[in-house]
């Protein structure tokens, strides 16, 4: 995700899911739903990160009676999002199933210069940005003035990974408001369908040290384009399950 450095990975990355920060009058009760890609309701779309890289290309297939999505990447990053309106509170439990045949090799997403993977889902957040250390904010203001958005107040992207351990949590080098949580490391899985459960809040509060603000939006990634390699995740079945529900 080299997304032009010298500019706030906000700008490019996950702000671009549309979704406008939220007041309090404005947020919703927490209600469990299902993002199914073949829904147009959901209002899942293709977004770009810049057009100096290249686009991943993702596709819908039909795979064992269900739509999955399949992202193929080959010495590109971009994403594909869907907006939580009117932004709500965090859900307890996010799920999803994935499957990626292997990893990118050479990868490592401490390394901004390696910073690839074959499978991530990331939720986007709101908060107060004034509440953030000054360089923080100013980097918020770049990205804002860059792409006309104001970027969510923080992601929290669950990634494959091959160098670190499940459960390390991967600070990205461009802004403390992007935290990555390694779910699933190395081979183990590779070739199958993999689901995947997670205590959102619990995951935010260690990410963080902080309470989840709304969630604005839901995005998932296949990139390569550090690496220079290729590869292919699909995805499938991503769901929101609130507390009693």
């Not at 686009?55 to 594909?80: F, H, I, P």
């Not at 199958?192 to 997670?198: E, G, K, N, P, T």
């Not at 590869?231 to 929101?240: K, L, N, P, Q, S």
Request: proline residues 5%.
């Amino acid at each position: 995700m080299n997304c032009l450095r010298g500019m706030a990975l906000v700008a490019l990355s996950v702000c671009c899911l549309h979704a406008k920060a939220a007041s309090g009058a404005n947020v919703a009760p927490c209600s469990s739903r299902s993002f199914d890609f073949d829904r147009k309701e959901v209002g899942w779309t293709h977004q770009p990160l810049s057009k100096l890289k290249r686009d991943t290309v993702y596709s819908l297939a039909r795979v064992e009676g269900r739509v999955v999505l399949r992202g193929s990447a080959d010495k590109s990053a971009s994403l594909y999002v869907a907006p939580v309106r009117p932004a709500m509170m965090a859900p307890t439990t996010v799920s999803w199933d994935w499957k990626t045949d292997a990893l990118v090799p050479g990868a490592d997403n401490r390394d901004k210069a390696r910073e690839d993977a074959p499978l991530r889902v990331l939720v986007q957040f709101d908060g107060d940005i004034t509440t953030l250390p000054d360089e923080e904010q100013k980097r918020f203001k770049r990205a804002k003035n860059l792409t006309g958005l104001q970027p969510p107040y923080a992601v929290l992207m669950y990634i494959w990974s091959d160098q670190v351990a499940v459960g390390s949590v991967i600070a990205s080098a461009h802004t403390s408001q992007v935290k990555m949580l390694a779910v699933a490391s190395g081979t183990g899985g590779l070739g199958s369908w993999q689901s995947v459960q997670r205590n959102l809040i619990e995951d935010y509060r260690r990410a963080y040290g902080a309470e989840p603000g709304p969630v604005l939006g839901v995005g998932v990634m296949t990139d390569t384009d550090n690496t220079g390699t290729k590869a292919v995740g699909e995805y499938a079945d991503i769901r929101f399950k609130c507390a009693g529900g």
